[in-house]
Every structure is written in C-alpha cells, then in structure tokens.
C-alpha cells in the first residue's frame, strides 16, 4: 500500500462538477492499493498517517500529528501511484491490486481509519475526481506499507 500524505489547509473532491465531500485544514491522503495489500498494510498505513507529526508547533516545529491540531482527513484512491515507470514511457499497472478486490480493500481501509479518527471523509473508488486543494508549506510524505 502507498500513501502520498501532503498537509493541507483546504481540499475538495468533486464528481461530474459537484463537491462531493470537503475538509478544512488537515491531511489529504491519496491511496494506492497494491497486489497482496491485507489488514496489516491498513493498519500499518492508518497508524502512521494519524501519528505524522507534520504540524507546526508554536516554534514552526513539526512536532504536532493531525488529531493533535484537531485536523481533518480526506482519503482519495489512486492506483496511479502503483504505476511503474521503470521501463519504457507507460507506466504499467502490473502491481496495482485488481479493481473488484481494491475496492474491498479501499472500503475497508475507509472503516478502520475511520473508527481510529472521527474527522474522515472520502472520495468515490473508481470515479473520475477533480481533487483541489492548497498546499500547506508544502509538506508531502510517501508512505509505503512495504519495503
């Protein structure tokens, strides 16, 4: 499992022109759902987005995770980011999880992290989503259950 995690002061999803869920000031976790990703990997994933301590303190020091700030989440699928690119110009999608079982997963990684953090909202699995948000710092992580 990948997670590019970049904190943000705003985000919204939206479908077809229509916001479809929103938050404030927090995390802005894309996903993406590899071969073989299990209850371990949502777990370890789940764990380590909510104990990121990635939030300015009083010093502007990262010292601060997102429940600590009182922070929102919103989490976006994206198999993208299971893309290699190491030969050729197409990325191949050979490790990305297939679709029927990522969605399983992706709802189940939705329900977990949901259950740790009450501020959670989602995009739509599989469908074609306009992401905005504004960068905060910037500051961008990739998590990786694996490796």
């Not at 071969?35 to 994933?45: P, T």
């Not at 429940?67 to 290699?84: A, K, N, P, R, Y």
């Not at 992290?113 to 074609?128: H, L, M, R, S």
């Amino acid at each position: 499992m990948i997670a590019v995690v970049q904190r943000v002061k705003s985000c919204d999803v939206a479908i077809d022109g229509n916001i479809t869920s929103g938050i404030k000031s927090g995390l802005l976790v894309l996903l993406g759902i590899q071969n073989g990703d299990n209850q371990d990997d949502i777990k370890y994933i789940s764990n380590k987005i909510l104990k990121l301590r990635i939030f300015n303190d009083d010093q502007d020091h990262m010292n601060f995770s997102v429940g600590d700030v009182d922070g929102e989440i919103m989490v976006v699928s994206q198999f993208t980011l299971c893309g290699d690119v190491k030969k050729g110009n197409r990325p191949s999608y050979i490790d990305a999880m297939d679709v029927d079982l990522a969605r399983g997963v992706y709802n189940s990684f939705i329900d977990y992290i949901n259950g740790c953090y009450p501020k959670v909202e989602n995009g739509i699995f599989q469908a074609d989503m306009k992401v905005n948000l504004i960068n905060d710092g910037p500051v961008t992580l990739i998590v990786r259950s694996k490796d």
